[in-house]
């Protein structure tokens, strides 16, 4: 890691990483090193002990992000299955913050349902899905997020799909707090992620971020292209007049998406076995964990 001798200055929150993780193993210009950045920032913010969290995540470029870089307890599940490990994590061990980092193809393809039901379920889960809006880690296939008429190496006649619109899905699905910003907007991205450290029930927020080495290359962008096209191409959700349909050349609506403050799962659960303790039931069943 920088800073472990070898001449060049430590990391400032080198603190929240593993030892031998950076220089990462992200391609050059790729947004998961800001997604990385920008969650070290909001947990030293919020002066977390990270033994306090427990990250999830699945199979993917953005996988990489919480693990094995961030220096906490972490699970690195199968493709698709971060959600339901996750919702297991938080059941045995509800007292820790348990968050997710994972991509469009792992959350909102394989994993959909899995996302859908946890944000009706409203189960207490911070999710940050990083939409780079392609299959990074496999060479740049079409994802569900994909643009339609889109060329990628599955679809080389364009998408024939119009791309899932995750944030607006989850928000009909009942999740508690739904934001998107994108890899350009560090500030409000990083302060986005506090929200999910702090708050109650199902939290998602979606990080547009490019891909220079596949999605981006289609159009031959660097990543400060793609970055500027975010900042040209965004609007914030109170002052957006048309809805965001996900296609290329629509205004991308970023902020908060939906507040609500619904009770989580895990209150109304224990609510629940306190009911049926006092009816003379156990009301035990779960552990606490460590
Ligand atoms: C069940 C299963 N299907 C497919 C794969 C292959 N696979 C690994 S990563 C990946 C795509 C990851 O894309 P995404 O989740 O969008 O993350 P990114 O790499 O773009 O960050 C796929 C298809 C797998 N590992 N397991």
């Not at 997604?35 to 990250?55: G, H, K, Q, T, Y």
Request: proline content about 6%.
């Amino acid at each position: 890691m920088a800073g472990e001798g070898d001449g060049r200055p430590e990391h400032p929150l080198a603190r929240y990483l593993r030892p031998g993780t950076l220089p990462s193993t992200f391609c050059p210009g790729c947004g998961c090193g800001t997604v990385l950045n920008c969650f070290l920032r909001a947990v030293d913010r919020r002066r977390l002990d990270p033994s306090e969290i427990i990250m999830v995540t699945g199979i993917g470029c953005a996988s990489w992000i919480p693990s094995p870089m961030f220096r906490c307890d972490t699970l690195h599940t199968t493709h698709g299955r971060a959600v339901a490990f996750a919702t297991g994590v938080k059941l045995m061990m509800p007292r820790k913050k348990v968050l997710i980092i994972a991509g469009d193809g792992d959350l909102a393809g394989i994993g959909g349902n899995h996302l859908i039901h946890a944000a009706h379920r409203n189960i207490d889960l911070g999710v940050m899905m990083v939409n780079n809006r392609i299959y990074g880690m496999t060479g740049g296939q079409c994802s569900p997020t994909t643009p339609s008429d889109r060329m990628t190496t599955t679809t080389p006649f364009g998408n024939l799909d119009r791309p899932v619109l995750a944030s607006e899905l989850l928000v009909s699905a009942g999740a508690n707090h739904v934001a998107r910003w994108t890899t350009f907007h560090v500030r409000q991205l990083s302060r986005a992620m506090e929200e999910l450290l702090d708050g109650e029930g199902f939290r998602f927020l979606e990080i547009v971020s490019q891909c220079p080495t596949h999605y981006d290359k289609e159009e031959r962008l660097s990543a400060a292209e793609a970055l500027e096209r975010y900042r040209d191409g965004s609007v914030p959700v109170a002052q957006a007049g048309e809805p965001y349909d996900g296609e290329t050349g629509s205004k991308l609506t970023v902020g908060v998406l939906v507040d609500r403050k619904r009770d989580g799962y895990i209150r109304r659960l224990e609510a629940s076995e306190r009911g049926l303790s006092e009816a003379g039931g156990t009301g035990k069943g779960r552990g606490e964990g460590p």
